[in-house]
């Protein structure tokens, strides 16, 4: 079984910046992709940003230039930095791990999900 961790998060004035962190712990050989999506009360979930184990990053049109996502390997660790924020990011924030295992020499990836952590931007 896999664990994600998330912490940060919390309520900040419109303009201001917070930052959140995810740490992956249990069984897995390694971890593939790793992201943070949000969900909004009455709206469906939807991909932040993303992150490949190599470092490759993708982000929503709506975040690009204020967010930035990282990931530290040796920590199993994703961090989301998210600047000059918006009400409208205001939502739950998800941390989401591509994690594979291996079994009798057969390789599994699976997703895992956080929590959740509530962010909150007021205006």
């Known amino acids: ?25 249990g ?3 390694s971890i593939n992709a790793m992201g943070w999506y949000r ?3 009455g709206k469906q979930r939807e991909l932040v940003a993303g992150i490949t184990s190599g470092g490759t990053t993708n982000y929503s ?3 690009k230039g204020r967010f930035t996502i ?5 920590k199993n660790t994703v961090y989301l930095q998210m600047n000059s924020l918006k009400p409208e990011d205001t939502a739950v924030y ?3 791990a591509d994690c594979r295992s291996v079994l009798a020499g057969l390789t599994y990836d699976h997703d895992y999900w956080g929590q959740g952590t ?6």
Do not use: H, K
């Open 1 to 25: 079984q896999v664990q994600l961790v998330e912490s940060g998060g919390g309520l900040v004035q419109a303009g201001g910046s917070l930052a959140l962190s995810c740490t992956a712990s």
């Open 27 to 29: 069984n897995f050989f």
């Open 39 to 41: 969900q909004a009360p």
């Open 61 to 63: 049109d709506s975040v």
């Open 70 to 74: 990282s990931r530290d390997n040796a």
């Open 94 to 96: 998800y941390c989401n």
């Open 118 to 123: 509530q962010v909150t931007v007021s205006s």
